[in-house]
Nanobody, 115 residues
Framework: QVRLVESGGGLVQPGGSLRLSCAASGINFNFNAMAWYRQAPGNQRQLVARISSGGFTIYTDSAKGRFTISRDNAKNTVYLQMNSLKPEDSAMYYC?????????WGQGTQVTVSS
């Protein structure tokens, strides 16, 4: 059974930082590209950042320069370090493989950026 468990979200002021974690089980983590996605109310879920099995990373324009995706294959965990957070970063954040497997969605972790 596949489980992706996100954590690390919370309420932070604009300009602040958060580090999200996603612990994976039940998948061959080392061989999967992983990604972070987010969904704000009324919007579709969208890609934020992706990391290949070999550690190659890509970011959407909104994340570039502020967010860093990383992975620890020994811990089956993918991270998202988010700095210089803006109110528009407020959303539910999820991890999944990339390409997405619809069966893998977890509960997500809420990020709220507000003063």
């Amino acid at each position: 059974q596949v489980r992706l468990v996100e954590s690390g979200g919370g309420l932070v002021q604009p300009g602040g930082s958060l580090r999200l974690s996603c612990a994976a089980s039940g998948i061959n983590f080392n061989f999967n590209a992983m990604a972070w996605y987010r969904q704000a109310p009324g919007n579709q879920r969208q890609l934020v950042a992706r990391i290949s099995s070999g550690g190659f990373t890509i970011y959407t324009d909104s994340a570039k320069g502020r967010f860093t995706i990383s992975r620890d294959n020994a811990k089956n965990t993918v991270y998202l370090q988010m700095n210089s957070l803006k109110p528009e970063d407020s959303a539910m954040y999820y991890c999944n493989t990339n390409p997405i497997n619809e069966r893998y969605w977890g509960q997500g972790t809420q990020v709220t950026v507000s003063s």
